[in-house]
């Protein structure tokens, strides 16, 4: 089996090179996202649209949607936000909720923010709102589109839009990924989304830990675990005495690394122990090969996979499993939606793995509806 990597919200990490940033106060890639505080949200809810995060319970998908908004409530989804400008078009809308329904059971969440207005004058204060100003008031309180989650930024913001509509991914680790201009750059959104949605989460990090630590805490997103571990004690010992601070900060990295090597351990050992968690215990094998390639953890993987593989009953269902996590780097980030060369192959890809199993699951369904989809988009 392969040991490139998976899903987002439930699964493992694709490491592509990390694409250009649009100046404008962007944090760089690799780089802990900034706080969504003092973005105010046009809905209490959660979404206002189908958000969802991929969970595997008796063999099934689960939809589960973000508790709240913002961070921490994201961590464990990928994120793409949209900043707009006070002209953007229906275009960019439309691409969000393209891009949120395309990848709906991949745990996307997808944000629009827009400029917050002002605040209005007190009336006791000498001065009381125009008939322009509450157009503007009410303008504000309409979300751009009823699918996405809305949100509005004070220009002091990091989050605060920029001349021209942009897109920031964000990895489910509350991470970076980059951004680029929606319109001139699409391409370059794509591919950063498809990082952003091939990503394993891990545990959080409270803070960004400097740049002398970047490389680290990249490798740390990146799912390149045990190199961010290695990279991370090397920093400690050589910045002692010259940096102590971030000293400090790379020694709390390579302990967050123990903590989620700790977590992924436990999670192989509860899934291998469920009856209908094929694919659960498929990604955390496949997150575990990736990230600590040489580690107990590893062996202990390994030793999973095969005991599924031994077993009769679980055997094909493990297989499939293996397969769906093995091809899903290869899914492009607007499949089954839009038709293209790189969605057929995928598409020729599910279809020889529903085709292979012979037993019906909601796995295997769920192929079979995703390959549907697509055959319609090719036909529009």
């Known amino acids: ?149 809305a949100g509005r930024a004070l220009e002091s913001s990091p989050w605060c839009p920029d001349a021209a509509p942009r897109a920031i991914v964000l990895g489910p680790t509350g991470e970076v990924i980059g951004a680029a201009y929606v319109r001139a750059d699409r391409d370059e959104v794509l591919e950063l989304l498809a990082v952003a949605l091939n990503r394993y989460p891990a545990a959080p990090l409270e803070e960004d830990l400097g740049e002398p630590v970047r490389e680290a805490q990249s490798k740390y997103f990146a799912g390149d675990w045990e190199a961010a571990r290695k990279l991370a004690n ?34 192989i050992i509860d899934a291998n122990r469920e009856m209908y968690s094929s694919v659960k215990l498929a990604a955390l094998v496949a997150a575990t090969r990736r990230g600590f390639p040489r580690s107990a953890a590893a062996s202990e993987a390994e030793a999973a996979a095969a005991l599924q593989l031994k077993d009769m009953g679980r055997e094909t269902a493990y297989r499939v499993a293996e397969e769906w996590v093995e091809i899903l780097p290869s899914r492009p980030a607007l499949f089954p939606d839009v038709a293209d060369a790189r969605g057929k192959k995928y598409a020729k890809a599910l279809e020889a793995l529903t085709k292979r199993a012979n037993l019906s699951s909601d796995l295997t369904r769920h192929a079979q509806s995703l390959v549907l989809r697509y055959e319609l988009a090719a036909r529009r």
Not at 28 to 36: I, R
């Open 1 to 149: 089996m392969s040991k490139r990597l998976l899903p987002a919200a439930l699964f493992g990490t694709l490491c592509l090179p990390v694409l250009g940033v649009p100046q404008g106060g962007v944090p760089a890639p690799g780089s802990v996202a900034p706080s969504f505080e003092g973005v105010t949200w046009h809905a209490a809810d959660a979404a206002h649209g189908t958000v969802v995060q991929q969970a595997v319970s008796g063999g099934g998908l689960q939809i589960q949607k973000p508790q709240g908004n913002g961070y921490p409530a994201w961590y464990g989804f990928p994120v793409l936000v949209l900043t707009l400008p006070d002209n953007a078009g229906a275009d960019v809308i439309a691409f969000g909720e393209l891009a949120q329904r395309a990848n709906e059971d991949r745990g996307l969440v997808v944000v629009t923010i827009t400029k917050a207005a002002p605040p209005t004058p007190e009336p006791d204060s000498g001065g009381a709102p125009s008939d322009a100003q509450r157009g503007e008031d009410e303008a504000a309180d309409t979300p751009p589109s009823s699918q996405l989650v």
């Open 234 to 267: 090397k920093l400690a010992k050589s910045l002692s005495r010259s940096n102590p601070e971030a000293a400090q900060a790379a020694l709390r990295l390579a302990a967050k690394v123990d903590e989620h090597e700790r977590a992924l351990r436990a999670g």
